[in-house]
């Protein structure tokens, strides 16, 4: 009888015991049924944040050149070629940017002159390039030769469209004494190679950025006159 019953307690041990092993499965499977979102969500990448997308409201509109920069080779004084500076060691213009988001940004701070680093070179040089004329000062210039000048001059520079009448306004009145400035040295120089003291000596020379014509024209009617 004893054995009987250890038997029987043995066998319900057993069903027991199958019972819970039949029914640990099922919740394991509802767990992981439970679980399966949340590893899925854990395994995707975030989403990405989209990029800020700024257009500067400048006042660029052509495309710029650039197989032809107008600084190229130009060296000047720190102060833009001014003989007054003349000492203080060479700088160059803006380099031509290939993209046009790549141009130097203006601010007008200063009424009078630009202050960002190379910006007043790169008018010399613009001024260079476009000098074609025996044009003794800014004012003479033909409207449409300030035009161009001006428009290569956004090829390097960008500002915002606010402030586009004080950047002209600036770019006016460097042309202005940058122009009286370069001629000046052109006349110091060409009489200090040949050892004249009267201009109207130096008639029929080189100049690096003036053509002979040009150069005669401009002793013939405007410096070797007496009215200058």
Known sequence: MRNMKEQGKGRGRGKGNSSLHHAMPQ?????????????????????????VQINLPTIYDHSPTPSNPVCGGLLMSE????????????SVGL?????????????????DVFVEKGVTTTVTCIIKKHFK??????????????????????EYCKWNLEHNSKIKNVFDKTG???????????R??????????????????????????????????EWGTDAW
Not at 95 to 111: E, F, G, K, M, S
Not at 134 to 145: I, L
Not at 188 to 206: H, P, Q
């Open 27 to 51: 919740r394991s499977t509802r767990t992981s049924a439970a679980l399966a979102p949340i590893i899925q969500s854990s395994n995707e990448a975030p989403p990405s944040t989209p990029e």
């Open 79 to 90: 102060n833009d070629g001014s003989s007054k500076s003349s000492s203080r060691g060479p």
């Open 95 to 111: 380099p031509y940017p290939l993209n046009p988001n790549d141009r130097v940004h203006l601010t007008p701070i200063n009424a």
């Open 133 to 154: 004329g025996p044009w003794p000062t800014w004012r003479k210039v033909p409207s449409d030769v300030k035009e161009l000048m001006w428009k290569t001059f956004q």
């Open 176 to 186: 202005k004494t940058r122009l009286r400035d370069m001629l000046a040295d052109e």
């Open 188 to 221: 110091m120089k060409a009489m200090k190679e040949v050892g004249a003291t009267n201009i109207r000596e130096c008639k029929g020379m080189d100049r690096e950025w003036i053509t002979k014509d040009v150069w005669d024209a401009l002793i013939n009617n």
